[in-house]
């Protein structure tokens, strides 16, 4: 089958442009610069018979943006050079669309982000439909790019500088209504039929439409540059989006560039500019990692690791056992996800407490106009806070977050397993014990599984799936399916102590622990740990998680060894500290300060005593160093879950790195990351830093397997 852009006239000379492309969404490419170059000759060709222009889509979406996976192979100078020249085609062609001297209306029936958004923005007019369907923005700098396709240069023209920098920065993803109110579009419908009556009444009303700026003498919203105001507010945006970008993302320094251009030359010219910093960021590693994080998402969220040949399930009803800190985010998650909650804890106090954290989380939605009342307490509604083991009888699935506690979740298994529904899923929320060991009482083990959440529960977008010895392909899939259900994005990985979340974060701290040991000063160590990306240093992690669960996790880790009969290893630097650290009362951020302290009406700020205890002030090692050690302790160690099986692949490893535990983003992951730096030159760096600092840094040997054959991480 080959795409087609669908030319339809009707009695009252308005043409329908129908954009159905082959594949499943229209996307720029050399099939659409031959659909677009062939629509705007007719077009002009037939410029005097005809009345006005509808531009539509026959797919779910509108237009999907560049096409991420050819972009990927741009590597030499020919290869961005003829990018180049392509973009600037796409460019001339959406501009003789919009001086074709008739109205031309977007009707944006689905999301129209990026490339999508810019045809719509050099249309005349747009009319969205008003469903949950319709997305429309310019997310490039989440892809490392910026919109190449004469979105900013139109954006600043259209809204002015002041309005259109923030989306342009920050990526920003508009629905249709808040994309109505920022007047991203015009006009809102109610369905296709109303869509296509508004696009063609508007262009009965403005036979004679053009864009304002290209009438004479128009002036950009607010001014430009030479407006005091307006050239403040791109010197003043330079710094913030520094400490915001750490200087990491390249893209959004760019797109501040441009939005600068469009405010001093002219419109032809400034769309040059902005084409020539496109190319620009084709090669850049950041746009690679970033692009490559998003096809890797897809992979993830497509079910890339999910068992194949298993229908899809819904979890109606969900116990959720423990109506703590996790507990209750489980149950309002899954309620805002329609899911009947049973909330289940010692008392009917207890898990009263758990319940009104939701309520508190709806009252916020309905303050800020995200939410109906009405709405709200038919979620609230959904969760039977109770200490009446009963009400769990028919569970589909039942999430057991009580405490850290073998014994303790064992003895509940046994109690409360024969509530679940025939064939019922059994999820433990353990942050570290191993699911083969938490399932040995249950009776249907292969119904067991790990269902590991992250705090708080309701902004933290990763799940990771833990299976069990014994897990059964199902239960893995009705996890995973449940974890969609409640609109989280989960990753599967192989049973281990800490698994590969927490195994790979602690390492971070480890690290900052020793090198505080050595005698750096914590500053310096906080700093670069931000430097890398991290978004917060390594000793504020270590307060936030708090010295108390850290020396509980391993003090866990310890009985279990000799439970288990094997030797326990892991003295390590983040363990003493914080066992130093609780003794002397500094049990984390919670439990009123840690390695900083706390001020009511102040910033925080480091405990002076961590000055007398090993800082010193002789000590000095080259910043590269301290960088290396705290970033690529994290990559060994997830090295180590990939070659122990506890990973599977490379996508759940990136994505899980980026979105479970704060790993920078603008590298694209883990194994990303040693990509881009060269998987060579990442072993020999390794070598070094083994030399210099220890055997901790040892590279393992699929890195080295890797690094002499010339593989990546794919
Ligand atoms: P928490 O102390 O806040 O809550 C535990 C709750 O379980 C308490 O309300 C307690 O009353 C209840 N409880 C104890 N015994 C019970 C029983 N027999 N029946 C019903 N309820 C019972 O703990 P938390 O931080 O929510 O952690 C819960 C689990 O989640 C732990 O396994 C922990 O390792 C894991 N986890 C915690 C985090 C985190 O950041 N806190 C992250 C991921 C996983």
Redesign the pocket.
């Known amino acids: 089958m080959t795409g087609t852009f669908n030319y339809e006239k009707d009695a009252d000379n308005i043409v329908t442009v129908t954009m159905d492309m082959t594949g499943p969404v229209n996307a720029m490419n050399e099939e659409y610069v031959k659909l677009m170059g062939e629509t705007v000759d007719r077009l002009e060709a037939e410029k005097d018979s005809i009345a006005g222009v509808v531009l539509t889509s026959a797919k779910s979406t509108f237009f999907a943006g560049g096409d991420i996976k050819s972009m990927l192979t741009i590597e030499t100078k020919e290869d961005v050079q003829n990018m180049f020249d392509m973009n600037l085609l796409i460019k001339s062609q959406i501009r003789r669309l919009e001086k074709l001297g008739k109205p031309v209306v977007a009707a944006i029936n689905g999301a129209a982000l990026g490339g999508g958004y810019e045809i719509c923005l050099a249309c005349h007019h747009r009319v969205a439909l008003d469903s949950k369907a319709v997305q429309v923005g310019l997310p490039e700098v989440s892809l490392g790019l910026l919109p190449g396709g004469g979105g900013i240069v139109r954006l600043v023209n259209k809204l002015g500088a002041e309005r259109a920098v923030m989306p342009l920065l920050e990526g920003t993803r508009f629905n249709a209504q808040k994309a109505l109110k920022s007047e991203l579009v015009e006009e809102l419908a109610t369905d296709a039929d109303d869509m296509m009556a508004k696009a063609k009444a508007w262009i009965k009303a403005n036979p004679e439409a053009c864009n304002p700026w290209d009438v004479k003498g128009y002036k950009i919203p607010g001014g430009n540059i030479t407006r005091p105001n307006i050239s403040q507010l791109i010197q003043g945006a330079n710094p913030m989006l520094f400490q915001k970008t750490r200087g990491l993302i390249p893209a959004a320094v760019k797109i501040l560039d441009v939005v600068s251009s469009a405010l001093r030359v002219d419109f032809d010219t400034a769309q040059i500019m902005e084409t020539r910093a496109f190319a620009s960021l084709l090669t850049e590693p950041t746009a690679k990692n970033l692009m490559t994080f998003f096809l890797q998402m897809n992979q993830v969220n497509g079910g890339g690791s999910r068992p194949k040949g298993i229908e899809k399930s819904k979890v109606k009803k969900v116990g959720v056992?423990?109506?703590?800190?996790?507990?209750q985010g489980i149950a309002y998650v899954s309620a805002m996800a329609g899911i009947e909650v049973v909330l289940?804890?010692?008392s009917q106090d207890?898990a009263d407490k758990?319940k009104a954290y939701t309520e508190g989380l709806l009252k916020k939605r309905i303050e800020k106009g995200r939410m109906t009342e009405e709405k709200a307490a038919g979620v609230l509604g959904l969760i039977n806070a109770t200490a009446d083991a009963d009400a769990l009888e028919g569970c589909d699935l039942i999430i057991e977050?009580?405490?850290?506690n073998v014994d303790?979740k064992h003895?509940?298994t046994k109690e409360l397993e024969p509530k679940l529904a025939e064939n019922g899923v059994w999820g433990?929320?353990?942050?570290?014990?191993p699911i083969t060991l938490l399932a040995e009482p249950s009776v249907k083990p292969e119904n067991f599984i790990g269902i590991?959440?992250?705090?708080p529960v309701d902004k933290m977008p990763l799940v990771e799936i833990i299976v069990g010895e014994k897990t059964s392909d199902e239960t893995l899939a009705r996890a995973f399916d449940y974890s969609q259900q409640i609109k989280k994005t989960p990753i599967v990985v192989n049973d281990s102590r800490g698994f590969f979340t927490s195994r790979v974060f602690s390492t971070y701290i480890d690290e900052g622990g020793l090198l505080i040991e050595e005698g750096l000063d914590p500053i310096v160590i906080e700093n670069l740990g931000r430097a890398i990306g991290m978004p917060v240093g390594p000793l504020a992690v270590q307060d936030e998680v708090s010295q108390q669960?850290t020396v509980k996790a391993n003090e866990t880790n310890k009985e279990l060894d000799e439970r288990l009969g094997h030797e326990f290893a892991k003295d390590n630097a983040g363990y003493r500290l914080a066992k130093k650290m609780m003794e002397n009362d500094r049990a984390g951020r919670f439990h009123g300060g840690g390695y900083y302290e706390y001020p009511k009406d102040g910033e925080k700020y480091i405990w002076p005593e961590v000055y007398n205890w090993y800082y010193n002030k002789d000590v000095s090692l080259p910043v590269q160093d301290i960088k290396d050690r705290l970033l690529f302790r994290q990559i060994i160690e997830s090295l180590r879950c990939f070659e122990e099986g506890v990973m599977n692949n490379v996508a759940d490893s990136n994505i899980g790195s980026v979105m479970g535990i704060g790993f920078p983003p603008h590298t694209g992951g883990v194994f990303q990351f040693i990509n881009t730096y060269g998987v060579k030159a990442f072993a020999e760096r390794l070598q070094e830093l083994t030399e210099k600092y220890g055997e901790r840094f040892t590279p393992t040997q699929m890195l080295l397997d890797k690094a002499e054959k010339g593989e990546l991480f794919m």
């Open positions: 056992l423990g109506a703590g800190m996790m507990g289940k804890d010692i207890a758990g977050a009580v405490f850290e303790l003895n509940i433990s929320n353990t942050s570290t014990l590991h959440f992250f705090s669960l």
